[in-house]
C-alpha cells in the first residue's frame, strides 16, 4: 500500500455489502490533514488531497457495506465505523490482535477479554454479529470465537455497523461488525511480506512470533491472491512480572499456534458480471506444555495451585476453520441488480480441560467438551429502481445448520498424581445434544429519496426456522427423546436522514434484530417435550437519533440509542442456560470526535456512555447482573505524522461497574474494576525497505484482572473452584516490532 498521495475510486459492492435490511448506515468521515499527508482515524475512509475541496468530492464517491449501489454516506441514516487497512497493519504490527484493535478503536464496542474468547465483548450493550465478507461466524450454538477465525494480515477492512439490525439474519442485537477480506491485484506478481514480534521481556517464554506472505496477480479479468499467515505465541505475564494463569474457563491464547491459509479470485465474466471466489483454512490451537498443577486435588480440592511444565492433555483448546464463499454480481439482470452468494462454514472448537466436584464435592473430574459446527446457505437479492427517486431491495436468505458436540471424561486416578499436569482420556460422552436448523428469510427496502437532501428508509424481514433436535441421554432420567419444532421473527427497520451544506447531518431510526436460541444449551438435559417447547428468536427493538460534522478540521459523530427486549438467555451458577421471560433494555451515548491541528497534529477520541437494566419483581428497572452489562468506557489520543512516519499515543479507559444483583434475587450485588492503560505506536515509512512499527501496549505496566476474569469469577467461583483460579490477569508491558513490505 502507498503511503504517499493517492486517489480514492469507489469500492467494489460486494454481494457481502447488499443483502442488509436495517436503515443503511455510513462512515462519519473526516478530511484529510491539510498536508500531503494520511491521518487516519477510525471514523474514516481516508485519502489524501491538494486541497478540501478535492477531499470532499472524493469522500461522496465512497460507499461502506450497507449500500446495494454506490452512494453517499451523508445520505444514510446511521452510523458504521471503519478501520482500514492502514490501521490494521499498523496495529497488527504492534502486537494486537483483531478484538483488541476493535475494542480500542470502535466507540460503543467493549473492550476486548484479551483470551480466546470474546465473551461479553458487547456493541452497545448487547452481542455483536461477527461476519467475514457477509458470512456469518456465529451460530445458533454461541461459542463466542468469532474473532477467533482470520489473522490480520488478510483483512483489507472492518466495518462496523453499530445497533440491532436484520442485516444477515441472528445475533446483531448490538449491531454486525463485517470483516472485508483482501482482494487480488492486476499484474505483478505482487508480494507481500509481514514479521513480528512481541514480548514483555521477562524471559525465553515471554515471547510472540508473526510471519506471513502473500502473493497476487493476474490479468484485468481474472486476478488471484494466495496467502499464508503464521502466528505463535508465549507465555503472557501481568503488570507484576508473574506468569498468567490460563483461562479455563473460555481458554486464552498463551503457548498457541495459529496458521490462516487463505485464497482468493476474482473473476470479471462480462462487462457487467463478476464472480468472486474465497477458500480459507484456519487452525489457531494451544501446542504448549505448560500448565495449572494442583497440588491438593487428591484430596478434593483445588486451592493453592500454581503453574508448572510438563503439562500433557488429550484434548487441549483449538479452533479449526473451512470457509468457502462465492459472490456473483450481474448488474442487469431482467432490468435490475442482482446479486447471488453461496458459503460454506465448518468449524471444530475444543475447550480447556475444566475441573467438576463429584461424589457429593469430595473429588475432582476433569472434562473437556469439543463442539462441531457446519453451516452453509445461500442468498439473493434484487434491487430495482421503481423510479428516479424510488428503489426498492427483495431477495431470500437460506442456511442450513448442523451442531453436534461431546466430552472427554479423563482418568481421575491419573490427574490426582499429576496434580492434574497429566489428563489421558478415560471415556467420552456426550456434552450437548446434536440438532439441525433449516432456516429461510424473505425481505424487502424501500429507499425513498424525498428531497435531494432528505431520504426515508424503510423495510422488513421473516424469517421462519425448522429446528430437529437429537434424542440425548435416553437412558437418564434428565433426557430426552428429541423431537422437532420451528420459531418465526418478523422484524421492522425505518430510517430518515437529513443531511446540509454546512457539513451537518441527523439522522434518525428505529431498528429490529433477534438473538439466535442456544438451541444446544437450552436443551441440554431437558426434561420436557421439544416439540411443545419451541426455542424463539430473542427480539431487540432500537431507536437512535444521531448527528455528524465534517469540516475542514473537524470530524466528529454522536448517537443516542435506547434499545430494549422482553426475553432473555439465562445462566446459572451450574453453567445451566435458559430463556426466560426478562424485560431488559440498554441506553446510552456513543461518540468520535478528532480535530486536525496545523499540517502534522491531530487529536481527538472516543466514548461510550452505557447503562443496562433490568426489570425486578418490585416493578422497578435495577442495573443489570455485572456478568453481562456493558462497561462505559472512553478513549484519547494524539497523533503526530508526516508523510513518512507518524507516532501515535492513545490513553484506554474503562469505568467501573456495579450491579444490583440482591435486587433481581442473587445473594449479593457484584463489582467490575474499570482500568486505565496506555499505548504508543510509531512507523517509519522507507522508499525501497518497506515499514517499520514499533509499539509499546500497557505503557505504565499496569496490573489489572481483566473484565473477562472479574466476570469468570464471579461466574465459576467458588462452585468450580477459588475465585484466583478464573480471575484472568491482563497482560503487562509488551514490547513489538514490525516490518510490512509490498515488493
Do not use: C
Request: glycine fraction near 10%; aromatic fraction near 10%; avoid cysteine.
Amino acid at each position: 500500500m502507498s503511503y504517499r498521495n493517492h486517489a480514492v475510486a469507489p469500492l467494489t459492492v460486494m454481494m457481502s455489502t447488499a443483502l442488509l435490511l436495517a436503515p443503511l448506515t455510513a462512515v462519519a468521515e473526516a478530511p484529510s490533514s491539510p498536508a500531503s499527508t494520511t491521518i487516519t482515524t477510525i471514523t474514516t475512509i481516508t485519502t489524501t488531497a491538494d486541497s478540501f475541496s478535492d477531499t470532499l468530492e472524493s469522500q461522496e464517491e465512497m460507499v461502506v457495506v450497507g449500500s446495494r449501489s454506490p452512494a453517499s454516506p451523508d445520505q444514510i441514516p446511521g452510523a458504521v465505523w471503519l478501520i482500514d487497512r492502514e490501521q490494521i497493519e499498523s496495529r497488527a504490527q504492534a502486537g494486537e490482535d483483531i478484538k483488541t484493535m476493535l475494542g480500542k478503536l470502535i466507540p460503543g464496542l467493549d473492550f476486548a477479554p484479551e483470551g480466546r474468547t470474546e465473551y461479553g465483548q458487547n456493541l452497545r450493550g448487547r452481542s455483536p454479529q461477527i461476519l467475514i465478507d457477509g458470512v456469518s461466524m456465529t451460530s445458533s450454538r454461541g461459542l463466542s470465537r468469532q474473532f477467533d477465525s482470520i489473522d490480520l494480515f488478510n483483512i483489507e477492512r472492518v466495518e462496523v455497523l453499530s445497533g440491532a439490525n436484520s442485516l444477515y439474519g441472528g445475533n446483531a442485537t448490538g449491531g454486525t461488525i463485517n470483516i472485508v477480506t483482501k482482494t487480488p491485484e492486476a499484474g505483478g506478481p505482487h508480494f507481500e511480506t509481514r514479521v513480528g514480534v512481541t514480548s514483555g521481556l521477562n524471559n525465553h517464554r515471554d515471547f510472540d512470533r508473526r510471519v506471513a506472505q502473500s502473493v497476487s496477480g493476474g490479468s484485468e479479468r481474472v486476478r488471484g491472491r494466495l496467502s499464508v499467515a503464521y502466528e505463535e505465541n508465549g507465555r503472557f505475564y501481568d503488570g507484576d512480572n508473574r506468569e498468567i494463569f490460563p483461562d479455563l474457563a473460555q481458554t486464552d491464547l498463551q503457548d498457541n499456534r495459529a496458521v490462516d491459509i487463505l485464497g482468493r479470485v476474482d473473476i470479471d465474466l462480462a462487462e457487467d458480471q463478476s464472480l468472486s471466489l474465497l477458500a480459507q483454512h484456519y487452525d489457531s490451537g494451544f501446542e504448549g506444555d505448560r500448565g495449572v498443577r494442583f497440588p491438593e486435588l487428591a484430596e478434593g480440592s483445588l486451592d493453592n495451585a500454581d503453574i508448572r511444565g510438563h503439562y500433557d492433555a488429550d484434548r487441549d483448546p483449538r479452533t479449526r476453520r473451512k470457509l468457502y464463499n462465492a459472490n456473483y454480481h450481474h448488474a442487469d439482470l431482467l432490468g435490475q441488480d442482482f446479486y447471488f452468494q453461496a458459503y460454506y462454514r465448518e468449524e471444530d472448537s475444543t475447550f480447556s480441560p475444566f475441573p467438576y466436584y463429584v461424589d457429593d464435592n469430595t473429588a475432582v473430574e476433569f472434562r473437556a467438551s469439543e463442539q462441531r459446527t457446519d453451516l452453509g446457505g445461500a442468498r439473493a437479492l434484487f434491487v430495482a429502481a421503481l423510479r428516479d427517486d424510488l428503489e426498492l431491495t427483495y431477495g431470500l436468505d437460506y442456511y442450513h445448520e448442523r451442531f453436534n458436540s461431546d466430552q472427554a471424561f479423563f482418568e481421575r486416578d491419573t490427574a490426582d498424581a499429576t496434580g492434574g499436569l497429566r489428563l489421558a482420556t478415560d471415556r467420552t460422552g456426550p456434552r450437548y445434544p446434536g440438532y439441525s436448523v433449516d432456516g429461510i428469510a424473505g425481505y424487502a427496502q424501500l429507499e425513498w429519496q424525498a428531497t435531494e437532501r432528505l431520504k426515508v428508509q424503510g423495510g422488513v424481514r421473516q424469517e421462519h426456522a425448522e429446528v430437529d433436535v437429537d434424542a440425548f441421554n435416553n437412558d437418564t432420567p434428565d433426557g430426552n427423546s428429541g423431537g422437532r419444532n420451528s420459531y418465526s421473527n418478523t422484524l421492522y427497520n425505518l430510517g430518515v436522514v437529513q443531511e446540509y451544506d454546512s457539513g451537518h447531518r441527523f439522522w434518525s431510526n428505529y431498528s429490529q434484530g433477534f438473538e439466535l436460541p442456544n438451541i444446544g444449551a437450552v436443551y441440554n438435559n431437558a426434561q420436557f417435550d421439544i416439540g411443545d417447547n419451541a426455542v424463539e428468536g430473542i427480539k431487540t427493538d432500537q431507536v437512535e437519533l444521531g448527528w455528524g460534522y465534517r469540516s475542514r478540521t473537524w470530524n466528529s459523530q454522536v448517537a443516542l440509542y435506547y434499545a430494549w427486549s422482553d426475553r432473555a438467555l439465562d445462566n446459572d451458577r451450574q453453567l445451566g442456560t435458559s430463556i426466560i421471560d426478562d424485560k431488559r433494555r440498554d441506553y446510552g451515548l456513543e461518540a468520535a470526535t478528532s480535530r486536525y491541528i496545523g499540517d502534522h497534529w491531530e487529536v481527538g477520541g472516543t466514548a461510550h456512555l452505557t447503562r443496562s437494566e433490568q426489570l425486578g419483581d418490585d416493578g422497578d428497572w435495577h442495573r443489570r447482573d455485572a456478568r453481562y452489562a456493558s462497561l462505559s468506557s472512553a478513549t484519547a489520543f494524539v497523533e503526530w505524522a508526516d508523510s513518512d512516519r507518524s507516532l501515535r499515543l492513545q490513553g484506554n479507559h474503562a469505568f467501573d461497574l456495579s450491579d444490583d444483583a440482591s435486587e433481581l434475587g442473587a445473594s449479593s450485588d457484584n463489582e467490575i474494576d474499570g482500568v486505565t492503560t496506555f499505548d504508543l505506536i510509531a512507523r517509519q515509512r522507507t522508499d525501497g525497505y518497506g515499514t517499520f512499527t514499533a509499539g509499546i501496549d500497557n505503557l505504565l505496566d499496569k496490573k489489572y484482572a481483566t473484565v473477562w476474569g472479574q466476570r469468570a469469577a464471579i461466574f465459576y467461583a467458588p462452585v468450580y473452584g477459588p475465585e484466583e483460579l478464573y480471575e484472568f490477569q491482563g497482560r503487562g508491558r509488551t514490547f513489538s516490532l514490525g516490518w510490512n513490505m509490498n515488493w
